[in-house]
């Protein structure tokens, strides 16, 4: 309980820490830059950059930078980038956003890897994995970063967490890729949400467990990286430059209101491996870099309905499983309630969709009801001459079936054969 109250409390001291934090990095030689929305923050990071004469830029792991589609703009500015952590290294060359919070890459096997991998060496001119083991697709990975690592100009980190009190960003990683992203490159660019700022250490000591507890079930993460200013004289490492920009984006819109709880998510992805329906979909059904219950409440908050309006009303079963897992206690099935409520208050569901929904829904709140509905696709079905399948449906059932058949109603339901096979006889009275 202590932690999440200290995180709450920061939410509600976001711009007494904010300036608190900015003069602690400047007082270390960081730069530090606050940016209203996602083009704000691009655009600083190409002015850096362009001014630098950057040519390779070396990421760690960020959905902030996905959120803001930085990799795009920098690739169209010519500049080349290139993802070190396994997963997002993955997905990068498949030319796919993440799937999971934790796990870019969770749903590819390591054939569909070991495809992508030789591919890539095809372009490049390397050697390809030996085999498709685990040990070898990772050796692949380690020989062909490791050489970019070594040749970047800047390097570009998030931030899971930043102390106001003495101006530090924490970032925590299974596989330290972060500190050669942080020391190798002259120049580093830390992209953070503003809501990842605590007041002080006493807070860290509580939180910093609950991303690897709360995601993956161990005491802590395998790597602690605290950037606390450029380098300074006698240093063996770091950066010779550092630049920290926060992004706004909608988050500092949500303080004092009823979603406020939203921004004290720690992006441990618990609520992604209990929610029954992501694990069905999978994240890319979300549309979203945010999937799961988090994305379901964040992704139309952040944007005020401007993203995905329709994810609160499709990708939720309201079995609380969420709430029950999230070690900061965000109440998301309420959240998800009161999104529908809004959508419903500012007339949002097109009238077909509207109409559609309370139809089907008068069918099938009584027996009679669904038995003639069960009746009528029966006949539509026969009628579509798509028998024993389904290929495609009018309205607002139609993206439906441009990736899924619906199978045939059955030929006699159970009910119908309960009914024939159980008629009252004379010896029943």
Partial sequence: MWRFKKKRQAIRDLPELLATLRARIEEHGGQTYLAANAHDAVHRVLNIAHHEQVRLVIKSKSMVTEEIELNRALEQAGILVRETDLGEYIIQLAHEKPSHILAPAAHRNRHQIDELFEHDAAQQGVMPPRSDDIQDLTAYARQRLRQEFLAADMGVTGGNFLVAETGTLVLITNEGNADMVTTLPRILVSIVGVEKVIRDWASLIHLIQQPAMSGIGRHLSSYTTLVQGPK????????????????????????????????????????????????????????SVYPGPIGIVETPLLTDFAMLPELPSSLCTLCHACQEACPMEINLPQHIVDLRRIKVKRKMTPGMWDWTMKTWARFWSTPGGYRRSVRIARLATRLSGQHPSLHAAPGVFAGWFETRDMPAVADQTFHEWWQKRHQPTSTDQ
Wanted: some cysteine.
């Fill in 232 to 287: 300074q004289a006698g240093s063996a490492d770091g950066p010779m430059q550092l630049h920290v920009i926060l992004v706004d984006n909608g988050r500092m819109a949500l303080r004092d209101t009823a979603f406020e709880d939203v921004l004290s998510c720690i992006r441990c992805g618990a609520c992604l491996n209990v929610c029954p329906v992501f694990r069905e979909v999978g994240g890319h059904a979300y549309g």
